[in-house]
């Protein structure tokens, strides 16, 4: 059966040709090894660029059932031509052959060895400009939700990054973070990448440190976003905290972060409150060596022991926000 679909698919008019692709999708896993192995991949990347909508939609749906699970064939489908392809029917517009050309980008982009392929094809430029698109149109959120992803894909490889962030992507995600719901899928993929870029990058941290409005909108994915969406908040915070304290301290605490990371030291994921507590530290009082007055002096000191129990009681299993938040206010007279 699997030789006669490949058959049908390399000699078949049209509608043959149609009609196998569609079978593709009934197939089980050992059946669909075998009818790439009888060289599937190559008409369906032909069909590709058929005028004819049909052809295009069963050959998206064939390469996605081709691809999913199975790592050889994402890197067959894309050795054999499929990324170009994906990009020129992207670029049309239509919106189901679109939202189908970008889910099977992004199940190749989870190959690491076709990363620098779809990276130096022109991929990224093109998802960076029909993200921001999308955002401002009101786009199909999956639409959205797949070329953040597809992104986030390549930004594991760190030569990426940078490409990534010259195309404008950072700037890209602080707009669709905005206008999006916080505690959603897509802002949590978003707020993932974002922290990617900005932990790798000095341009993307200055470009979201610098934009306005970019950190109230970090606090309020710490408070509003689901658990990995904050954490990955937390970091971008941290990232932003790190680079300059001295700037940016007096900026994250006047935009209210200290009752999202309190609750997120408390609540958090490992990795969120981790993130969460070094960020605290970072946004503590100094003290001013001396340069005070003693009462001054020892109030600084006063108010450091209190910040010390605040850190000792989150790190204590079963401390409640309430009693957290009471120390802090001692902070605060």
């Not at 939700?145 to 890209?172: K, R, W």
Request: aromatic share 2%; charged share 20%.
């Amino acid at each position: 059966m699997e030789a006669a679909m490949a058959e049908a698919l390399l000699c078949g008019e049209t509608e043959a040709q149609i009609a196998a692709a569609r079978a593709i999708g009934n197939l089980n896993t050992m059946q669909k090894k075998r009818v790439a192995e009888n060289g599937a991949i190559s008409p369906l990347i032909m069909m590709l660029h058929a005028q004819h909508y049909d052809s295009i939609e069963a050959s998206l749906f064939a390469l996605l059932n081709l691809a999913f699970g199975s790592e050889r064939n994402k890197l067959l489908i894309a050795e054999a031509g499929a990324i170009p392809a994906l990009l020129k029917i992207i670029k049309w517009r239509n919106e189901s052959l679109m939202e189908l050309s970008l889910a099977a980008l992004l199940i190749l982009s989870s190959c690491s060895r076709n990363k620098l392929e779809i990276a130096s094809s022109g991929a990224i430029q093109l998802l960076v400009e029909l993200l921001d698109s999308l955002s401002q149109n009101v786009g199909s959120n999956q639409a959205k939700f797949d070329v953040v992803s597809t992104l986030h894909n390549l930004s594991t490889s760190p030569q990426i990054i940078p490409l990534i962030v010259a195309c404008g992507g950072a700037i890209v995600l602080i707009r669709l973070v905005y206008e999006s719901d916080k505690s959603s899928d897509l802002v949590e993929k978003a707020m993932a990448l974002l922290e990617s870029l900005v932990s790798s990058s000095q341009l993307a941290l200055n470009q979201v440190s610098e934009r306005d409005g970019a950190i109230e909108m970090v606090v309020e994915a710490v408070e509003e976003g689901t658990a990995a969406c904050r954490e990955h908040a937390a970091g971008v915070l941290l990232a932003i905290c790190k680079s300059c304290r001295e700037t940016y301290r007096g900026l994250i605490l006047r935009e209210g972060a200290m009752p999202g990371l309190l609750q997120l030291s408390i609540d958090g994921t490992w990795l969120a409150r981790k993130k969460a507590k070094a960020l605290l530290l970072l946004l503590r009082e100094d003290d001013d060596n001396g340069s005070l007055s003693s009462s001054s002096s020892r109030g600084k000191h006063s108010k450091k022991a209190v910040f010390k129990e605040v850190m000792r009681k989150i790190d204590r299993a079963g401390t409640s926000l309430q009693m957290v938040e009471e120390m802090i206010a001692k902070l605060r007279t």
